[in-house]
């Protein structure tokens, strides 16, 4: 079991202390279909970095990151329409209409230069959010995502998978999510999250899966002109010769022994290689400046 250090939650409970409650700015954006989009923001510099969570997931998944990188840039962590306190009115749930609450969110702060980062679904999502906008974002960051753009199942495959989830949402998810940590993970964190994702609108976890596997991620990447990165466990292999076969550019950093929701299970080790990674971003676009690790 994963202990975290004392030095990271002083970190956060310090920040917090200091800024104090007035520092989180709540917004509700309207995305291009009308649909509430509900967000934070905490802390100032450049670039801002928006956090997407990823399937029946919110916000409140990114608790480790947000104070902690807050010290250094704009954060901003998002909302999905049909998640957390965003509206549920939408008809089809694709990975397009979560890109365009991204974008929505975006444009509404007037935010000029931003790292979107997403986790497991939410990688689809910024590779959305980056067609929309690219003259603001520099960089995407997939957190244990894209490990093969190259993967496609069979339609009987697929809906045979999604079947389960029509017969019994809750049921079936709550083992889907089991099966994405390790033996050794914590089973407190296991069970916080599996009972919170199986906890989501069934139609709505349905539909985003369905549309997650329709969608084209290859061709999308074709309009995707900035660097990626991906900080991945090693549940599953991540394929970096196929990732930078279709990316500009596609760089990996590795969480070994973590299963897939790497930002909870071992946040400080997470937040160190996603500090290395917003610097290498950062030196990519500004080759002039000197890197400064305020961490």
Request: charged share 25%; with cysteine.
């Amino acid at each position: 079991m994963k202990t975290y250090s004392l030095s990271l939650l002083i970190s956060v409970l310090s920040w917090l202390m200091l800024t104090g409650c007035a520092s989180v700015q709540k917004h509700r954006v309207l995305s291009e279909d009308g649909v509430a989009i509900s967000c934070s923001v905490q802390g100032k510099g450049s670039p801002a970095l928006v956090f997407i969570h990823g399937w029946c997931c919110d916000k409140r998944y990114w608790s480790y990151q947000v104070p902690y990188f807050a010290r250094q840039y704009k954060v901003v962590a998002i909302d999905l329409a049909g998640h957390g306190a965003s509206g549920l009115g939408r008809r089809r749930w694709t990975m397009e209409a979560f890109g365009a609450d991204v974008a929505a969110v975006v444009e509404m702060l007037g935010i000029n230069q931003v790292i979107l980062i997403g986790h497991s679904m939410g990688g689809y999502v910024i590779i959305e959010a980056a067609k929309r906008m690219p003259e603001r974002v520099i960089g995407l960051v997939g957190i244990d995502t894209f490990h093969s753009f190259d993967t496609e199942y069979p339609k009987e495959q697929i809906e045979e998978f999604i079947s389960g989830f029509k017969k019994n949402f809750v049921e079936n998810t709550n083992g889907f999510v089991r099966d994405m940590f390790t033996p050794d993970s914590d089973p407190n964190i296991v069970e916080r999250i599996a009972e919170d994702m199986s906890s989501a609108p069934p139609w709505i976890g349905i539909s985003s899966l369905q549309e997650y596997f329709n969608y084209d991620v290859k061709d999308a990447l074709k309009e995707v002109r900035v660097p990626i990165y991906c900080i991945n466990s090693d549940l599953l292999e991540t394929n970096v010769e196929v990732g930078r076969r279709h990316a500009r550019s596609f760089e990996v950093k590795l969480m070994p022994g973590m299963g897939h929701f790497i930002m909870i299970e071992d946040p400080e080790a997470f937040n160190q290689l996603l500090t290395e990674t917003i610097n290498e971003l950062r030196r990519k676009e500004y080759p002039e400046q000197i890197d400064q690790d305020v961490h």
